[in-house]
């Protein structure tokens, strides 16, 4: 187990590095302000893209390295053994590190099953969990559902000339097996993450050339699927949760995160109407405004477990 270190040494602002259960956990910290960790999305994204300058303003934000990516360790199993379970261990370590009493857990994606699946197990130094673009399972159903909605998006960018490029990368999703691969994929199903790539195509391509990726393989260690349904273990979710979901989102779209925002006690919904899978983005001041309005609020209100339900739709 990570011994915790002075606040101020393993807060410091830059990249930091310690040794976690026999492997390397990296993180980066910006900011000042409650301590919220970031968890990128994938699995296998680089953390880069989740960089939330806005938010440093009022946030210090811990960016974490997710295991197996960029300079954190790799599994013995790798790239098998990425579980949700493994993860939140990760996270624990971290905090544990950082000697701080409680933070906030924002998770992106992948990050925000994650998040949530910490927020369940190991509530007990989390003030608030904020699930940014996350669904409650995963499985045929929320393939189906990404399946209509990238239906949605081809049907509304038929005219691009590279709309067949987007299809093809998500088609090549289900043969990837290595670092190589799994970047192309990303980089080439990115348009489809925002509300509209091509109508601000220069911006949106400097984070699409500059997005990295790692194969992890989604299997446990014994090669077999961590599929997902919190939908039971949501209900009893004793942690303030704010959801955020951009209206275009084509694989947590805005399906899911009504569905967590009914699921789980106290919640709050934000939706953000002029975006797709990257409204921190997108639209950064909305965003920081939800997280920072979040934070503030959690800082006096009582627990979702004093039966006293607050819900707050955008």
Known sequence: MAKSHNNVEALAPGVHAFESDGVT???????????????????????????????????????????????????????????????????????????????????????????????????????????????????????????????????????????TEVLAAFGAMQDISSDAQTLAVARGVLPSYFADYWRDEPRWSAVRNALRASYISGLDALGAPDLIDDRADLAGLAVRALVIVGSLDVICGPRWARELHDLIPGSRLVVLENSGHLGHLEEPERFTDSVRTFVHSTQSLPSPSDGSPERLSR
């Open 25 to 163: 956990q990296r993180y980066h910290v910006y900011g000042s302000g409650p301590v919220c960790l970031a968890h990128p999305g994938g699995p296998g994204i680089h953390w880069e893209y989740l960089r939330m300058p806005e938010l440093e303003a009022h946030l210090t934000m811990v960016y974490v390295e997710a295991l197996g990516t960029g300079e954190s360790g790799r599994l013995p199993t790798h790239p098998n053994g990425y579980t949700r379970e493994r993860y939140s261990i990760a996270l624990q370590r971290i905090i544990e590190h950082l000697g701080v009493p409680e933070v906030y857990l924002l998770g992106h994606s992948h990050g925000a099953f994650v998040a949530a699946y910490h927020a369940i197990r190991r509530p007990a130094r989390l003030a608030g969990v904020i699930l940014y673009e996350g669904a409650p399972v995963t499985g045929p159903e929320h393939g189906a559902e990404a399946t209509r909605r990238l239906q949605e998006f081809a049907a509304a960018h038929a005219d691009r000339p590279e709309l």
